[in-house]
């Protein structure tokens, strides 16, 4: 047996298929009527779709991609066309299984990357909470179908810091290891990440001993592309550069002094990357000594990039030279491995993907890491994080 063939790989990120009756299950009609979030067919984009009312959100199958036989931004059309080995909680784990990978990470989709169709139709501030809610206890019943294999991560009401705290109460009671953040609150006329309007949700979330996650896309999708491109090349474009959109929340987190008022709290960013990290501490550190931070803030007892490696983690899947160069310049501590499952640039096989399985990847690209080093990518700092085995 090989040394990989001994690691219980965590997939620190992964992703759900939500049912048509996640919100219409849980939900009131009488109270929300067709407010509430459901999947009808929609003649415009020929396809099933989340609407809210008559806001259209996006395709439902849109993001279920693994093994799909199209190039995306093609996608399955209808829910009933996705394999359900993507959504089945139980079939999921034999691919698991297939794929090398012990426990997965969950993050939602409609829950995070349409989080603004839920506040810019409600008339009403407790609607979008209640969508939070629903889809909180969905996902524990989800896991619970196959029991040691799913971490569940929960997402926050942010918008209500109250609704937030209790938020964070309740599903820590449930067992979710973390909470989903947006990475650009102030796309939703919120303050920004490093603003003292947050202090109180960072007391909460360290106070619980659990991570806060910034995922790309949780602070609305960035508009690019070009008619002159073509629509695959457009979204080639839009997925290159949502994949960097972190680094704004890590400047905001050390630079704005989150990092040096919360030292106990922990902040992952997911679905990133990490080839960029080393250049982007390097240039935050020679800024901050080039223009006299130390002597603004003489209580700042650190460089960003020793906050970085006390607080903050990055996630990688699919580079190779890039993340064996900052594996190297950076240590092994601070970083995790994730499949992106089932998301169109998954580790995930397909007649229209160039991915390999994740332990071919593995074995390929990081197999010549020490032992040590592996450990602490693959499990060690993800089941450290999350409280997981």
């Known amino acids: 047996m090989s040394t990989l063939d001994d690691i219980k790989i965590i997939d620190a990120d992964?992703?759900?298929?939500?049912?048509?009756?996640?919100?219409?299950?849980?939900?009131?009609?009488?109270?929300?009527?067709?407010?509430?979030?459901?999947v009808r067919w929609d003649d415009d984009s020929g396809q099933e779709a989340w609407f809210i009312g008559d806001t259209f959100i996006?395709?439902?199958a849109t993001i279920a991609m693994?093994?799909?036989?199209?190039?995306?931004?093609?996608?399955?059309?209808?829910?009933?066309?996705?394999?359900?080995?993507?959504?089945?909680?139980?079939?999921r784990a034999s691919v698991m299984d297939d794929y090398g990978i012990d426990r997965q990470v969950l993050y939602p989709?409609?829950?995070?990357?349409?989080?603004?169709?839920?506040?810019?139709?409600?008339?009403?501030?407790?609607?979008?909470?209640e969508c939070v809610?629903?889809?909180?206890?969905?996902?524990?019943?989800?896991?619970?179908?196959?029991?040691?294999?799913?971490?569940?991560?929960?997402?926050?009401?942010?918008w209500d810091l109250e609704a937030s705290e209790r938020e964070v109460a309740r599903c820590v009671e449930m067992g979710h290891r973390g909470v989903i953040m947006s990475n650009s609150p102030e796309?939703?006329?919120?303050?920004?990440?490093?603003?003292?309007?947050?202090?109180?949700?960072?007391?909460?979330v360290s106070d619980a001993g659990i991570p806060v996650n910034f995922h790309i896309g949780s602070g609305k999708a960035p508009s690019t592309g070009s008619e002159h491109s073509g629509r695959h090349a457009n979204?080639?474009?839009?997925?290159?550069?949502?994949?960097?959109?972190?680094?704004?929340?890590?400047?905001?987190?050390?630079?704005?002094?989150?990092?040096?008022?919360?030292?106990?709290?922990?902040?992952?960013?997911?679905?990133?990357?990490?080839?960029?990290?080393?250049?982007?501490?390097?240039?935050?550190?020679?800024?901050?000594?080039?223009?006299?931070?130390?002597?603004?803030?003489?209580?700042?007892?650190?460089?960003?990039s020793e906050y970085f490696r006390r607080q903050i983690y990055g996630c990688f899947w699919f580079e190779s030279s890039s993340a064996l160069s900052a594996?190297?310049?950076?240590?092994?501590?601070n970083i995790l491995y994730e499949t992106d499952y089932p998301h169109p640039t998954s580790m995930s096989p397909g007649p229209a993907s160039i991915a390999v399985r994740p332990c071919d990847y593995v074995e390929a690209t990081l197999g010549a890491l020490p032992e040590t080093t592996l450990r602490k990518i693959l499990h060690d700092n993800a089941a450290q994080l999350y409280g997981a085995s």
């Not at 829910?79 to 139980?90: Q, S």
């Not at 303050?191 to 202090?199: E, I, M, R, S």
């Not at 594996?327 to 501590?333: F, K």
């Open 133 to 158: 809610r629903a889809y909180n206890d969905w996902l524990v019943e989800w896991c619970a179908e196959a029991p040691g294999r799913y971490i569940p991560v929960m997402s926050l009401p942010f």
């Open 58 to 60: 996006y395709g439902a």
């Open 66 to 91: 693994a093994g799909w036989h199209e190039y995306a931004p093609d996608s399955p059309r209808r829910l009933a066309d996705v394999d359900p080995r993507l959504y089945d909680p139980v079939i």
């Open 187 to 204: 796309n939703f006329d919120l303050p920004t990440l490093d603003a003292p309007h947050w202090d109180r949700l960072w007391s909460v």
């Open 109 to 129: 989709n409609i829950g995070m990357f349409a989080t603004a169709g839920y506040l810019d139709v409600s008339v009403d501030p407790e609607f979008s909470t």
């Open 235 to 304: 979204f080639a474009w839009m997925s290159t550069l949502i994949f960097q959109g972190n680094a704004r929340a890590l400047c905001a987190l050390i630079f704005g002094g989150v990092c040096h008022r919360f030292p106990q709290l922990r902040f992952v960013s997911v679905e990133s990357g990490i080839g960029w990290l080393p250049y982007t501490l390097e240039t935050m550190d020679w800024q901050w000594q080039n223009s006299g931070v130390g002597l603004e803030h003489p209580d700042y007892e650190l460089l960003p």
């Open 327 to 333: 594996i190297e310049l950076l240590g092994p501590d």
């Open 14 to 38: 992964s992703h759900v298929v939500e049912p048509a009756d996640l919100w219409t299950a849980r939900m009131s009609r009488s109270r929300w009527g067709d407010l509430v979030p459901e």
